[in-house]
């Protein structure tokens, strides 16, 4: 994993790339869409517990917890973030973490987890490294929301301690998951005027057996 001192620091103002009216409507959509796949979950097998890692100031950590009956934990390792997420959400607890691939949780803990474009923010080995965590920390179900245009990159994918964003397949999300089957997939939506209409999928994936 990329030391803290050489990886990327998040702001709040980074998180989301629009502000004002767009970013009101784009994470309606985003709420809409979770609460589909949170609904697939539960209907499968009741919800807990669930952890939002690499949640950032929290705004979507409040869906899961609509859900998950007991508690639900967000994750992240930029303070600042979390300073805000513990202001606007103090029933909810957040955890600090240097790393989100050695997550401070136990075995098994949640029924739910996911990530909500983090690993399209990581090179390769990173982003494998967090998706064996969250299979490590969850006994039910795992919500990957990245980027899935293989042809989209930007920023340095190679050089340590840059901002990246890079776009990855659905098939290559699958095959890092195996064998977890997915069992939900659907294109993110984005609000009108954004330049790019393909900005990733939701991919909701199950433990086996």
């Known amino acids: 994993m990329t030391s803290d001192s050489s ?14 009216p767009p970013a ?3 994470n ?10 949170l609904r697939a979950a ?5 919800l807990r517990t669930g952890a939002d890692v690499g949640c950032g100031y929290g705004r979507l950590t409040l ?5 998950a009956s007991e508690a639900v934990v967000g994750f992240e390792r ?24 050695r997550l401070p949780a136990d075995e098994a803990a949640f029924d739910f987890v996911m990530t909500f474009t983090v690993l399209q923010h990581m090179r390769e080995p990173d982003a494998l490294a967090v998706i064996r965590e969250l299979k490590r920390v969850s006994t039910g179900f795992a919500l990957l929301v990245e980027e899935t245009d293989p042809s989209f990159v930007d920023g340095d994918p190679v050089a340590d301690g840059t901002g990246i964003t890079v776009g990855r397949g659905v098939s290559t999300y699958a095959g890092w998951m195996e064998p977890w089957p997915m069992i939900l997939s659907f294109p993110r939506r984005i609000e009108p005027g954004y330049p790019r209409a393909d900005v990733g999928h939701f991919m909701l994936f199950a433990k086996p057996g």
């Open 7 to 20: 990886r990327h620091h998040w702001t709040v103002s980074e998180v989301s790339d629009v502000s004002g």
């Open 28 to 37: 309606y959509l985003e709420q809409q869409d979770l609460r589909r796949c």
């Open 78 to 101: 930029e303070p600042a973030l979390l300073r805000q997420a513990r202001a606007l959400m103090p029933g909810i607890e957040f955890r600090e973490t240097p790393s989100l691939d």
């Open 24 to 26: 009101l409507l784009r």
């Open 63 to 67: 869906v899961v917890s609509e859900f």
């Open 42 to 46: 539960a209907d499968a097998k009741p």
